[in-house]
Nanobody, 118 residues
């Protein structure tokens, strides 16, 4: 059974930090690109950060560059999103997504709420 379980969300003040984790099971984690998306109320889901399966290269949305860092630990089947200098506009539900490009197999987590507010 495939599972992606996010954790680490919560309420944080502007300028604060959070680290999200996404624990994967039920598929070959190391073969999948891992992506964090987010969706704010009334807005479309947007890509936040990507880390590839092949060489671990990363890419970020312009809105989070320099503040967020995505990483993965293939031994623990876990992907992380370190979020620093958080802003109120980062408030959203953050989703973990796994994608196997050759087969286009995709999985989603259930999401974790991040709220940035004073």
């Amino acid at each position: 059974q495939v599972q992606l379980v996010e954790s680490g969300g919560g309420l944080v003040q502007p300028g604060g930090s959070l680290r999200l984790s996404c624990a994967a099971s039920g598929f070959t984690f190391s073969s999948y690109a891992m992506i964090w998306y987010r969706q704010a109320p009334g807005k479309e889901r947007e890509l936040v950060a990507v880390i590839t399966s092949a060489d671990g290269s990363t890419n970020y949305a312009d809105s989070v560059k320099g503040r967020f860092t995505i990483s993965r630990d293939n031994a623990k089947n876990t992907v992380y999103l370190q979020m620093n200098s958080l802003k109120p506009e980062d408030t959203a539900i953050y989703y973990c997504h796994a994608r196997h490009r050759p087969s286009n197999t995709q999985y989603w987590g259930q999401g974790t709420q991040v709220t940035v507010s004073s």
